[in-house]
């Protein structure tokens, strides 16, 4: 669906607001999942949501106008208290800003729940779960397709980027294809039965913009037909149900080869999941996250298991999670 922030009705919204269609809940509880990005050969215009882990916002209608953020755990101090600076209270006013709403009060407590810098769209959650909060509160006056440019003003704020490939599967659920950006167009693809995915994080830093820059701005045309050819292989496997056509297809040649150096133990823990029967391997993201696709649950705790004793026998420290693909995007788990 192609959508823009011009394309919402301010009118229809500010009628929304004021008339019986306004819920009245006082607080709200949303919960929204973290994300593997790029889907290895998906570079910025693939990625899929997980089950877990994901990142919790508790917003309160307060009779003062403004969002305020009145406190963070699981942070351990790292993001900002600022309005202004976080993304999830940044995103909420900018959204409340542009439907003429600025004398809507709320206060935020977000509950980090997963780790920061994983490369699994950690600012992405935040924000989705306090878009899709403040949407609820105001009686769902904007679809999901139609908060996707706020959430964008997000992962500009977090990492000079404005990317979707993160925000649009936290906020949609299951597999989202970006088609463009400019306008925004996103797809969601179909998810196969039976498909889930191990993911490891190692306990080591690999920052987003440094990861970007290490990505060539130039390709070749014969570089650029392998990964076309990918992408378009592992799109019908996900219509088909083909696994061994997106076992082929998940294969990158223009980022992984420059990244993988920024994983401790790569190319070995690649081949480990791939001698257990992954379909896949590869960096969620920007990593330093690594998922592997597996045929059943089973499967993928299993490799998920051998990945993170094969990282402490090399004294690197990890979380570890198994998942199917997470279709519902994000949950309410509470309203008051």
């Known amino acids: 669906m192609v959508c823009s922030e011009n394309m919402i009705d301010n009118k229809k919204t500010k009628k929304l607001f004021f008339n019986a269609d ?10 929204a999942p973290a994300t593997v990005a790029n889907m290895i050969c998906g570079f910025d215009i693939l990625g899929f949501a997980l089950d877990e882990p994901g990142d919790e916002v508790i917003m309160r209608r307060v009779e003062n106008s403004g969002v305020r953020i009145s406190e963070i755990t699981g942070d351990d101090g790292k993001l900002p208290r600022d309005a202004s600076r976080n993304t999830v209270s940044a995103c909420v006013q900018h959204m409340l800003n542009h439907l003429g709403l600025e004398f809507v009060g709320v206060e935020i407590v977000l509950h980090k729940h997963m780790p920061i810098g994983s490369g699994l769209g950690s600012s992405a959650a935040s924000t989705v779960a306090g878009l899709f909060a403040v949407n609820e509160l105001l009686g769902r006056p904007l679809s999901r397709q139609e908060l996707l ?3 964008l003003k997000g992962e500009e704020l977090a990492c000079g980027h404005g990317h979707a490939d993160n925000v649009a599967p936290a906020l949609l659920g299951g597999i989202t294809l970006i088609r463009s950006y400019e306008p925004l167009d996103v797809i969601s693809l179909p998810v196969p039965p039976n498909l889930y995915c191990a993911v490891v994080f190692p306990h080591v830093e690999v920052k987003t ?28 496997a996900l ?7 997106l076992s082929r297809s998940m294969q990158d040649i223009l980022v992984e080869p420059f ?10 823990l690649r081949q480990l999941a791939l001698n257990m029967g992954a379909l896949c391997f590869g960096i969620s993201g920007s ?4 998922f592997a696709f597996a045929h059943s649950r089973e499967r993928a705790a299993e490799i998920s298991t051998q990945l993170q004793e094969h990282l402490e026998k090399t004294g690197v420290g990890s979380n570890g999670y198994v998942s199917g693909i997470n279709n519902v995007g994000p949950r309410i788990h509470g309203v008051i």
């Open 22 to 31: 306004f819920r009245g809940e006082e607080e709200i509880r949303v919960f």
């Open 149 to 151: 440019p706020f959430a």
């Open 209 to 236: 913009r440094e990861a970007r820059m290490m990505v060539q701005n130039n390709i070749s045309l014969q570089q650029a037909v392998v990964q076309w050819g990918n992408i378009a292989g592992l799109v019908s």
């Open 239 to 245: 219509y088909t149900n083909d696994f061994d056509l």
């Open 259 to 268: 990244r993988a150096v920024l994983i401790p133990e790569f190319y070995g």
């Open 287 to 290: 990593g330093p996250s690594i």
